[in-house]
């Protein structure tokens, strides 16, 4: 049984970092599949962050909201992708969620393309 496990959100000052982990577990055929980084903010729709692939030659990340600001990386050995959030903003205030699924990363940015997603830890940034 597929399970992704967030953590390291919590509260922060604006301009702060914090960096985010999703732990997988039980994934078979972890060398062939795309995990993304989504949030969800109150009244808002899930919006994609950034993805890797397993293999950590291909990232993407959104192209306005975070790109500059967050970096994605895995560490295979762990099994485990980050998502190093750096000049947090009160806008960046949400819900993060990870997700995982077979294949590569076309379209990683739509939510209904995962199969696989951990509970969500919540980023809280303060001005």
């Known amino acids: 049984q597929v399970q992704l496990v967030e953590s390291g959100g919590g509260s922060v000052q604006a301009g702060g970092s914090l960096r985010l982990s999703c732990a997988v577990y039980g994934y078979t055929g972890w060398s062939g599949n795309c995990v993304g980084w989504f949030r969800q903010a109150p009244g808002k729709e899930r919006e994609g962050i950034a993805a890797?692939?397993?293999?950590?030659?291909?990232?993407?990340y959104a192209d306005s909201s975070v790109k500059g600001r967050f970096v994605i990386s895995q560490d295979n050995a762990k099994s485990t992708v980050y998502l190093q959030m750096n000049s947090l903003k009160p806008e960046d205030t949400a819900m993060y969620y990870c997700a995982a699924r077979y294949g590569d990363c076309f379209a990683w940015a739509v939510p209904n393309r995962y199969a696989y997603w951990g509970q969500g830890t919540q980023v809280t940034v303060s001005s």
């Open positions: 890797i692939n397993a293999a950590g030659s291909f990232t993407s």
